[in-house]
């Protein structure tokens, strides 16, 4: 099957069955991937995939799906590697995939995003079929991250699908910039948030020269 050239080879379904309680029927999943360097709210443990992403020279770019579905929507999250890409290639891969969605339909939002000041753009589309599509992506660390809520008519937007997602570092803590471009790390970004590894020590509050460390513990120059 192909979606915007994209050729999809199953790795492993994981099917969730939701227990009597309805507020446990309700509860999303906290999903991380420190393979892929992101943390994401799903309504179940989502499905992972590898893809065959297909950017604008028509070349394969190695990528993962994931994605989970409830009450006839689909959430999905794309990761795709652009690391062995030409710098131009990558760097346009936003406005590429942005131009793609556009097709699907009627265009009723198209805008900059930004998360945690990471660059990249935002849409919203009705489908001929009167379904919505809320999509979002973001490039870091040569790494494209497509954020895809494929929603039936007259549903709620998902919110908390497209408020969730966190970019991790290898560390598996978020990722935040100044709007000087440069790293914030703060004490909330650890393994108190979505699931960030714990780093032990001081770090350094934003660009001050502050650091906040934990009791007992002082600074290390």
């Not at 227990?19 to 992972?48: H, I, K, L």
């Not at 028509?58 to 409830?70: G, I, L, T």
């Not at 009167?130 to 895809?148: K, P, Q, S």
């Amino acid at each position: 099957m192909r979606i915007f050239g994209l050729t999809l080879a199953l790795i492993a379904l994981t099917f969730t069955t939701l227990g009597s309680n309805p507020a446990q029927a309700q509860a999303w999943v906290s999903y991380v991937s420190m393979q892929d360097q992101f943390a994401q709210w799903f309504p179940a443990e989502p499905t992972v995939e590898t893809v065959e992403w297909i950017d604008e020279n028509d070349d394969v770019r190695p990528a993962r799906k994931y994605s989970a579905e409830r009450r006839g929507a689909t959430y999905t999250l794309y990761a795709v590697d652009y690391s062995e890409a030409p710098f131009t290639i990558m760097r346009g891969s936003v406005a590429h995939t942005a131009t793609k969605y556009r097709h699907l339909g009627e265009v009723t939002y198209d805008a900059y995003a930004q998360l945690d000041r990471i660059e990249g753009h935002q849409l919203q589309i009705t489908t001929p079929e009167g379904r919505r599509i809320y999509f979002a992506e973001f490039l870091h660390d040569n790494i494209l991250y497509v954020l895809d809520a494929n929603m039936p008519p007259r549903a709620a937007p998902p919110l908390q699908f497209q408020q969730s997602m966190q970019i991790l570092d290898r560390d598996g803590v978020r990722v935040r910039y100044t709007q000087e471009g440069e790293r914030i790390l703060r004490t909330d970004d650890l393994a108190e948030g979505l699931g960030g590894a714990e780093i032990g020590g001081c770090i350094l509050e934003g660009t001050s020269d502050q650091y906040i460390c934990p009791e007992g513990e002082t600074p290390t120059p």
